[in-house]
């Protein structure tokens, strides 16, 4: 398997490649050309990565990234460094079109045991308007033990953005033994989940054959709400809301059964991405502007800071890096 630090051909994507001479730059010293043993292409070692055609020193484009993801707006940032907003916005879409490239990397990992936790947290996008009309809304899906941040995107509170983030964790069930999924009462996810990687159980009975989630997959329910003065009967405060494949095993703790880590991470969110906060009256002008946003808090959390209560970086607690990685190397990683 390719690691993230190989460079390979940009024409035959080939890792057989030498060094062919070097030369200097005005602002990033020495740089290196390489020429590939298959093609006879020579190309420059930053081909491919977010600084290609980048002139900025990669030191001021690091620092950029490291005061955003510090909660400083994007306004404000120009300001400070005296650049134009829109070249920040730039830089953050180049380095937040990594995400692709490490969530295809983590994918490739075996894993024995994964808990996943699934909430939603919400923000303005243009003007102001009832939440439920708002395409502000964020599903975010989090590996419990290591706080690493599966999959989180942003739009309306529909069917569709659910499908985007359950799509991602159908990638991670094929790769792991024994997979749960809590939710704080939206039920959506389930049932996205379901339909999507559902399979018919033949248990020799006549009839159509059941459907039944995966081997191995639990998904339960945490109902919240009041249901005292509701009519009909009464909901489990913890239940599995879709059939489960019988040979899973059910023995689950109860009081396990929430999203509480992924809860801390949305009060995280409004601290340190600037779309969530609550100084403005518009938070976000997009929704491709707020997702830029996420996508760079889901590459610098999950592969460059340390969590502050595990200590460690979630992906390498996660497994799927053996050492973090810098602001540096992301901005240096082929695409």
Known sequence: MKTLTELHCPECQSLKNDPFKKYNTVHNGERILL????????????????MQDIKSPISKVASVLKIRSEGMGLRATGRVLGMHKNTVSTWERLFGDQKETLMLYSFCHEFVSLVFEGDELYTVVGRRTDAHASEGWTAVIMERSSRFIVDQRCGAKDAALFESVMSTVCE?????????????????????????????????????????LPKGLKLRVKNKGDQKHKRGPKRKKYQAPLREHPETDQELDESNIHANHVEANNAAMRRRNSAFRRRTNTYAKTVLGLQRTLDVYWVIHNFVRKHWTTGEVPAVAMGVLSAPLGLEDILMMQK
């Open 172 to 212: 991670y069930i094929s790769q792991t033994g024994d997979l749960s999924f809590f939710s704080d009462g939206e039920r959506r996810y389930g049932n996205t989940l379901f339909a999507f990687c559902a399979e018919a159980l033949r248990n020799g009975k006549p009839g159509r054959p059941p459907k039944t």
């Open 35 to 50: 020429k590939c043993d298959e093609c006879d292409n020579v190309f420059s070692e930053t081909a491919g990565t977010p």
